[in-house]
């Protein structure tokens, strides 16, 4: 098994910046490419930022390009959000994934087979 706990969310204002990290523990050997996915009250849960093992290849959602930034420390087995320019809309509960199967970059959920528990991030105006 895998564990994964996030950390860094919190209250910004717009325009400001956060930085999330996901910490993995266990059987991480197991564990391949990593996600951030973000789920706002009555909506469903969406791809935010993925990158693959390696950290080589990576994939961010159109509405965060620019603003996000997805990285990997493999020797602490953690990945990282960091987010800037933030927006109202970017309020949600941001969870992390990680994905069993070697070689590909899921961007759905149904991708990853483990989760953190999330954490919320809120942006004021």
């Known amino acids: 098994q895998v564990q994964l706990v996030e950390s860094g969310g919190g209250l910004v204002q717009a325009g400001g910046s956060l930085k999330l990290s996901c910490a993995a523990s266990?059987?991480?050997?197991?564990?391949?490419?990593m996600g951030w996915f973000r789920q706002a009250p009555g909506k469903e849960r969406d791809i935010v930022a993925a990158?693959?093992?390696?950290?080589?290849?990576?994939y961010y959602r159109d509405s965060v390009k620019g603003r996000f930034t997805i990285s990997r420390d493999n020797a602490k087995n953690t990945v990282y959000l960091q987010m800037n320019s933030l927006k109202l809309e970017d309020t949600a509960v941001y969870y992390c994934?990680?994905?069993?199967?070697?070689?590909?970059?899921?961007?759905?959920?149904?991708?990853?087979?483990?989760w953190g528990q999330g954490t919320q991030v809120t942006v004021s105006s």
């Open positions: 990158i693959s093992r390696s950290g080589s290849r990576t």
């Open positions: 266990g059987r991480t050997g197991s564990t391949y490419a």
């Open positions: 994934a990680a994905d069993h199967i070697n070689g590909r970059l899921a961007v759905v959920p149904a991708g990853y087979i483990y």
